[in-house]
């Protein structure tokens, strides 16, 4: 029952990050000193991943690369941020379902090796057992040896009426 109810939460979540997401880009765009920096971060970005591009396709990467006009760094830069934000989410969401499942594999493996002393502890209960019945019958045979069968289920001589009055 737990199970399919953390699952229906880490959806909801990741759907709800998107919105959020959007409205924090939304805002992003607006605020000057963080406009700023975000624009900064886009063109470093922007030089990083252009840079990549010409190495892996064998380009000069000695060539002068052009910086994107303020409205695209924008874009790209609230892009980013929307993309971290719902990446971090669906990261928190994973590294909660990954520590949720080990603390119930690790209950489990408890459990198992809670079973298996029980069950190692009544092997042992059961092998003294053993034992204490094995002398008991090496007693018993002792005892039928030295006094025969009768000895050994002390039956006495059945008496009789008579017997028992001439005994008073």
């Known amino acids: 029952m737990v ?11 990741k759907t709800l990050s998107k919105p959020i997401a959007a409205k924090l880009k939304q805002q992003a765009a607006f605020h000057p000193k963080f406009r700023q920096k975000i624009i900064s971060m886009a063109q470093a970005n922007h030089r990083m991943t252009t840079t990549m591009q010409r190495r892996i396709y064998g380009h000069s990467t000695d060539v ?60 042992q209960n059961l ?25 050994l289920l002390k039956m006495k001589p059945a008496q009789t009426e008579i017997d028992k009055s001439a005994a008073v």
């Open 127 to 151: 092998a003294v057992e053993v034992e204490l019945l094995k002398q008991k019958l090496v007693e018993i045979e002792q005892l039928a040896k030295g006094r025969g069968l009768s000895g």
């Open 3 to 13: 199970l399919p109810l953390v699952k229906l939460g880490t959806l909801v979540l």
């Open 64 to 123: 002068e690369i052009r910086p994107l006009n303020e409205e695209k760094a924008v874009q790209a830069a609230v892009d980013l941020i929307g993309e971290l934000f719902v990446f971090t989410v669906a990261g928190a969401a994973v590294i909660f379902e990954v520590h949720r499942s080990s603390r119930s594999e690790a209950r489990k493996e408890a459990i198992r090796k809670q079973e298996l002393e029980e069950l190692r502890q009544r092997d």
